[in-house]
């Protein structure tokens, strides 16, 4: 069974950092694209940052010269680095991996964690 676990998230003032985790475990054969989505109340679940394979990555216009994305593979392990928070930051962050297991190919999300960005 595949799971991606992450962890990082909490309260942080405006301007502040967190560095948020995603481990995934499991019989895992090979990992593709990563990512990170975010999803605020009452509204739709929007992408942050991706990440390739091969290392290329692309992030929404909102968090772009703030967030960094980076993974490591040795690990199954993707970060997403937040820098520069805003209240408007504030959501449930999601982690997202595609990825080969037992000779299929998933989409698998991560439960969710909660950053909130105020005084």
């Known amino acids: 069974q595949v799971q991606l676990v992450e962890s990082g998230g909490g309260l942080v003032q405006p301007g502040g950092s967190l560095r948020l985790s995603c481990t995934v475990s499991?019989?895992?054969?090979?990992?593709?694209?990563m990512g990170w989505y975010r999803q605020a109340p009452g509204k739709e679940r929007e992408v942050v940052a991706t990440?390739?394979?091969?290392?290329?990555?692309n992030f929404a216009d909102s968090v772009k010269g703030r967030f960094s994305i980076s993974r490591d593979n040795a690990k199954n392990t993707v970060y997403l680095q937040m820098n520069s928070l805003k209240p408007e930051d504030t959501a449930v962050y999601y982690c997202?991996?595609?990825?080969?297991?037992?000779?299929?190919?998933?989409?698998?999300w991560g439960q969710g964690t909660q950053v909130t960005v105020s005084d």
């Open positions: 499991g019989r895992i054969l090979s990992l593709g694209n």
């Open positions: 997202n991996a595609h990825l080969w297991y037992s000779g299929r190919y998933g989409n698998f």
């Open positions: 990440m390739m394979s091969g290392g290329s990555s």
